[in-house]
């Protein structure tokens, strides 16, 4: 969709819009759009971004609800505003005003996950060091009232197909660079949990002099690295799309070996690569490419490091 809108004339962010928009609408691996990804309360909530590469002009939105176009609401952000994110409740009330209308974002299915999650006395969950015991029991939990140990910090209990992302880089002909994410989030997140999606320089980035680079996975883990922003900086120093995306992974290896992750990386020149966390599971990460040199949109595939 996204190759189309270029190939048709439009701008690199309404390639950007138009492709992560699609993406809602498919709801793409039931990580992006309605339907997907309840959380504590049952919910599906949107985080979006889009990025100009040229002005550096970002429009994101967080928490969103009840407002299925999440990126067309960003887009809107960057056209008819002096900010760059409005989250929650005040975002879908911008939406409305800007022409979005009110949509039911729960289905059938994430009904179903949620009950599901309920009778399994909600796990896994995102709590720790509350009372009562949450790797055993719902809520509400709160802050027990003397500490008398502190847990350790185990690896994610999330399956590797719980979390991902819709993360797109564009490069026009002339080389100029948008880029975009959209995603509903972590299953039975916290509400008002927001992730690295919808933070310039963590779910994506986009510079017209350097690249673009978007991320996808463990988000409470990945934003606090902004990996999207590093890797266009490595690009910027002359590093190979590639080896950029795996220093990036690197970076965050370091202090978190178990994390789920991968970042996607495209310099001006329409060199690009990707990179990813190899833990059980996920050992391969597969994006997509279009480009003047293939008849169609291929899948690429790299081996995680």
């Known amino acids: ?100 209308p009110y949509e039911d974002l729960t289905t059938q299915k994430s009904l179903s996950v949620y009950s599901k999650w309920l009778n399994e006395s909600c796990q896994p969950n995102y709590w720790k060091n509350v009372v009562p015991d949450s790797s055993k029991s719902c809520g509400p939990y709160k802050r027990p009232e003397k500490v008398t140990y502190k847990e350790e910090q185990t690896t994610s209990q999330r399956s590797v197909r719980n979390h991902d992302t819709i993360g797109m880089v564009v490069i026009g002909q002339s080389g100029t660079v948008a880029s975009g994410t959209s995603t509903n989030g972590a299953v039975h997140k916290i509400p008002g949990r927001v992730g690295d999606s919808p933070i310039a320089g963590a779910g994506s980035y986009a510079d017209s002099t350097a690249g673009g680079a978007a991320a996808t996975g463990d988000g409470d883990i990945m934003m606090r690295f902004l990996p999207s922003y590093q890797a266009v900086e490595y690009m910027r120093m002359g590093t190979d799309p590639t080896v950029a995306c795996q220093k990036v992974i690197s970076r965050i290896q370091k202090y978190s070996p178990n994390f789920f992750g991968a970042v996607i990386c495209a310099n001006t020149t329409g060199s690009y690569g990707a990179a990813c966390n190899k833990v059980p599971g996920f050992t391969q990460f597969h994006f997509m490419v279009s480009s003047p040199l293939l008849s169609q949109p291929t899948e690429q595939v790299v081996d995680c490091i």
């Open 1 to 100: 969709t996204a190759w189309r809108v270029l190939q048709l004339g439009g701008s690199e962010l309404d390639a950007v819009e138009k492709g992560c928009g699609q993406c809602e609408i498919d709801q793409c691996d039931g990580s992006v759009g309605y339907g997907g990804s309840p959380d504590e309360s049952g919910e599906t909530t949107l985080d979006a971004m889009i990025m100009d590469g040229n002005t550096m002009e970002v429009g994101a939105v967080a928490d969103l609800r009840r407002v299925k176009n999440a990126i067309g609401v960003a887009r809107k952000v960057i056209e008819y505003t002096k900010h760059t994110l409005l989250v929650g409740e005040s975002a879908s009330l911008f939406a409305v005003r800007m022409g979005f």
